[in-house]
């Protein structure tokens, strides 16, 4: 798929060097880029990884879409790594929202892996984004490289997002990395019993940061003066897109209510399983179409 003469070769003295990448424990002495690899803030964006399992739930994959979207549309920079899953929807949210986006490959840049994402290979460089390696060209995936690759993703971040994360994952690896080169970590929670989030809960117990909205991640990030943008997106939510029989439920619940409807009315009225209430709260905050308040969950 790839041109080799369009790979370029930044060298770790080079200024051309992802100024944070530089500075974790073992940089890659030299990375392949096919694309143009986005600026260092402040003239670029702050870089922020997405990452979770290859075998998403479609709630999983829905919401790291949406979280990568409302994040590109304030100006940050997404990195995953192309796997399928959760990888694949952070690009794609980032591709929706017209931004640029990172893949890092754990293999040459002459091969696309997985194979099966070489179209949005094709729109990350259309968008001005990059797909980066630190392995030559003609080296194959191999099963430890996927590590290897995992401190390249959270090392070019100011911060590692968690989404779906089983007890053994390589999300789990790069959260870990993550904390140890100082940087944030943050985690969606999930379905207290779902093997999915076994990982990502055992990481909040750890000490990582839960997000119950995008606030969170813009306000320990200091991310407010990208947040005009996103404030505006959130005017007028589009209830069209809200599907889930559980999401309109609350929905229903807060319009009906007439005030802000705190946790416990919510619980009481839906009959539903906290951790159900709580997943779906967490998208539609995210979606910007309702907020937390002193007194309880309102439309916006």
Known sequence: MSDLNKINIV????KEYPRLLKEIQNPP???FILGKLPDDPPVGGPKIAIVGTRKATDYGKSLAKKLARALTEIGAIIVSGLAMGIDTAAHEGAIEAKGKTIAVLAN???IIYPKQNENLSKKILELNGAIISEYEPGKPALEHQFLERNRIVSGLSVATIVIEAPERSGSIVTARLAAEQGREVFVAPGQVNHPNYKGSHQL???GARLITSIDDIIEDLGLENYNLKLKNSKQIP???NINDRNQLLILKIIKET????NIDKIIETTKLEPQTINQAIAFLIIEGIIKETERGYTIY
């Open 108 to 110: 040459g840049l002459d």
């Open 238 to 240: 589009n209830l069209k």
């Open 204 to 206: 909040i117990r750890d």
């Open 258 to 261: 007439g005030e802000p409807a």
């Open 11 to 14: 060298n770790k003295n080079s």
């Open 29 to 31: 002495e030299k990375i």
